[in-house]
């Protein structure tokens, strides 16, 4: 079975940090590029973080930019998001997504496999 899991979501306040998880099974991450997107409560998916194959090329939100990493680790099979300096606006659900290509996606449709999701809420 394809699918892919994310972990690492939690609560968390103001300022602090957490770092996702997007593991895969039942396929090989190195051929893909992995996308981070989230959404929160009453709002439109959005795209935070994109990380092309090969890591040649990454994406970041502008509201993200400079707080979010993603990393990829293909001999764990396994994408990472290092989120820092959260705030309460990062609240949301976390979704992982793999694309069959090489650079990233430009839409969310160019997504091939999305994971369930992980719930992120900064608060005090």
């Known amino acids: 079975q394809l699918q892919l899991v994310e972990s690492g979501g939690g609560l968390v306040q103001p300022g602090g940090s957490l770092r996702l998880s997007c593991a895969a099974s039942?396929?090989?991450?190195?051929?893909?590029?992995i996308g981070w997107f989230r959404q929160a409560p009453g709002k439109e998916r959005e795209g935070v973080s994109c990380?092309?194959?090969?890591?040649?090329?990454?994406y970041y939100a502008d509201s993200v930019k400079g707080r979010f990493t993603i990393s990829r680790d293909n001999a764990k099979n396994t994408v990472y998001l290092q989120m820092n300096s959260l705030k309460p606006e990062d609240t949301a659900v976390y979704y992982c997504?793999?694309?069959?290509?090489?650079?990233?996606?430009?839409?969310?449709?160019?997504?091939?496999?999305w994971g369930q999701g992980t719930q992120v809420t900064v608060s005090s």
């Open positions: 997504a793999a694309g069959l290509t090489f650079l990233c996606p430009t839409l969310s449709s160019g997504y091939d496999y």
């Open positions: 039942g396929f090989t991450l190195d051929y893909y590029a």
């Open positions: 990380i092309s194959r090969g890591h040649s090329s990454t």
